[in-house]
């Protein structure tokens, strides 16, 4: 008995739409957080330069600081995420699909720290060097979850290397420039679709009750792929000081190219039957895989203005280009296998945040803001399990104290409400044939509820 082909598309799609389309996106795997004390404000104070992290947000700020500085914070966030399924199937449809809800498929906590250091070398000329995690992600829904052929689980870790320097053009104005040096590290795994991969050959032979008997009782097939790489880029800033009391930046940041290679494992060892489990194994060796993905490009504004001695207010729009990331290219190195295209369609987008600070007193400073954040996802057939994103809403608190004038803190509590989200996403084929003997073709169909609260603390020292 010869299987017919179970095509390595079937897991490497799965494979990049969840793990490396999710590095393309500004709002769904963006960490949330670079700064605490940008995160007290909900990212509105991109023009206040509160203390090094402005590296990040627009590096012409570089030159409102003084002396040498260093800011190290943690961002924990704590998520809060639920799925209802609401009809997914199997590529054959007369298959049943059987599986939970993917329980607490979002971990407890995830946490990302920050390093960011500045250092005025003259009147004119300011330095720094930033190091912080601009996206990750770690979702586990377990091998019983009814959307298992398309993901199980992902982890996603990311980290960038950001260079930085200012230069004072006169009183009013400066500009910023920095590098970035970006390494990102993917793992995913997927169930692959054994019953739907022989459902035609079992009918061939046996007939279509007891072929497809034997193919619904099929155990499913178990893919994985690692995968990392480097990537590098650059970002620019702009300060104006319209008078000590208020000021306007502009900063953008470029696409940064990455390509990540890694390796593709299957295992078919829980199939159930020996003699396709064999055939299965035969046909899907281990292999190597390649994908270039693109971080998008993204551009600013934002003004800070003292309004007395204790309130100043603040607001940032930021812009994000995903629309430059149209298809996920995957290769198959040293295989015979072509490339595999995956239209996802990605759609540009907005974050609006308004933030204000309250002077309590010299020591203690108080901060809030909200925003709005739209998600890339332009569908909800282009929305992966992977990536369950909706645009989000935030509301944010925090305080910065200061214990002497080399030594301070902050913290920030932030909530992010994500707009609830109906998925409808279907693996990619040529037809219904070639879905029933390939094993691609499965559709995910529900509805996902999540929450989210970040919590971080920020230790800053000048000297």
């Not at 390649?290 to 551009?299: E, F, H, L, N, W």
């Not at 998600?375 to 200061?402: C, M």
Request: aromatic share 12%; charged share 15%; net charge negative.
């Amino acid at each position: 008995m010869k299987l017919k082909h179970l095509s390595q598309s079937v897991m490497l799609m799965g494979v990049a739409v969840g793990a490396f389309s999710s590095t393309a996106l500004a709002s769904g795997y963006n960490f949330g957080s670079q700064s605490v004390s940008a995160q007290g404000t909900a990212h509105a104070n991109a023009a206040e330069a509160a203390d090094a992290s402005i590296i990040y947000y627009n590096p012409a700020g570089l030159s409102l600081l003084e002396g040498t500085q260093i800011s190290v914070g943690a961002t924990t966030v704590l998520p809060d995420s639920s799925y209802t399924d609401t009809g997914s199937k199997r590529a054959v449809s007369t298959l049943p699909l059987k599986g939970n809800n993917g329980g607490s498929y979002a971990p407890s906590a995830v946490i990302a720290p920050t390093f960011y250091m500045s250092s005025k070398l003259n009147d004119k000329v300011t330095v720094g060097l930033g190091m912080f995690v601009p996206y990750g992600a770690q979702l586990d829904y377990g091998n019983s979850w009814i959307g298992r052929y398309a993901i199980e689980s992902i982890k996603l870790e990311t980290l960038n290397i950001n260079p930085s320097i200012s230069f004072k053009l006169d009183d009013k104005q400066s500009l910023g420039f920095g590098l970035s040096a970006q390494y990102m590290k993917a793992h995913l795994t997927k169930a692959v679709d054994v019953g739907s991969g022989a459902y035609s050959t079992l009918v061939g032979l046996y007939g279509a009750s007891i072929g497809g008997a034997v193919a619904a009782g099929l155990g499913d097939g178990q893919a994985g792929m690692s995968a990392d790489g480097w990537g590098y880029g650059f970002n620019l800033g702009y300060m104006y000081q319209l008078d000590e009391h208020t000021r306007f930046g502009l900063a953008y940041r470029s696409e940064i190219h990455q390509t990540l290679d890694g390796s593709a494992t299957w295992d078919f060892s829980q199939v159930g039957n020996s003699t396709i489990a064999a055939q299965a194994a035969a046909q899907h060796p281990n292999s190597s895989a390649q994908v270039k993905v693109v971080t998008p490009q993204s551009a600013s504004a934002s003004f800070y203005h003292d309004l007395n001695e204790r309130v100043a207010i603040m607001g940032t729009a930021t812009w994000t280009g995903h629309s430059s990331m149209q298809n996920i290219d995957i290769k198959f190195p040293g295989t015979s296998e072509g490339d595999l295209i995956i239209n996802q369609k990605w759609k540009n987008s907005w974050m609006f945040a308004l933030g204000a600070n309250y002077k309590y007193s010299d020591k203690l400073l108080f901060r809030t803001g909200l925003a709005y954040d739209q998600s890339p996802v332009s569908s909800e057939q282009l929305t992966h399990p992977a990536l369950p994103d909706g645009d989000r809403y935030w509301i944010s608190f925090g305080a910065n104290y200061k214990f002497d004038k080399h030594n301070s803190v902050d913290v920030s509590y932030s909530y992010v409400q994500v707009k609830n989200v109906h998925i409808n996403y279907s693996d990619v084929c040529s037809g219904q044939a070639s879905c029933s003997y390939t094993g691609n073709g499965e559709t995910t169909t529900g509805d996902y509820k999540t929450n989210l609260q970040l919590i971080g603390l920020q230790y800053n020292y000048s000297f």
